[in-house]
């Protein structure tokens, strides 16, 4: 299974970044390989509206089926949640750490958005 993680780095001890539609990057993390790769976000940084739905759907298309944010807006989890990828929100760490607390259990799935639309 792959695992999304909003990013401000291209690495495991990147910090999780706090935005899902703005992050920088995401961290695409197979848990059966082992391995990542990085896909950028860079788009959606300046966009007026919309930069969680199509931060959701770069999502979709990496074929990830969970998603690690700090936050996660209506437009943004309609769109994950109509996908079929789950949420799970990390307050803070690396994406290291994410990814460890992740497989222990310790993330909990959310069940809607955290924030409102345009929250930066």
Known sequence: MKIAI?????????PVDQRFGRAAQFLIYDLE?????????NQNLQAA????IQAARNV??????AVIT???????????NAAGIDVY????????????????????KSTGANVEGHWM
Do not use: H, M, R, W
Not at 49 to 52: S, T
Not at 60 to 65: E, F, L, T, V, Y
Not at 71 to 80: E, I, M, Q
């Open 89 to 108: 929100l990390s307050k803070s760490g690396t994406v290291k750490e994410t990814i460890e607390e992740f497989k222990s259990g310790k993330l909990v």
């Open 33 to 41: 390989t082992d391995t990542f790769k990085v896909i950028d976000n």
């Open 49 to 52: 509206q919309g930069a969680g």
């Open 70 to 80: 700090g936050n996660v807006g209506p437009n943004a989890y309609k769109t994950l």
């Open 6 to 14: 909003s990013c401000s780095g291209n690495n495991l001890d990147s």
């Open 60 to 65: 979709a298309d990496s074929g990830a089926k």
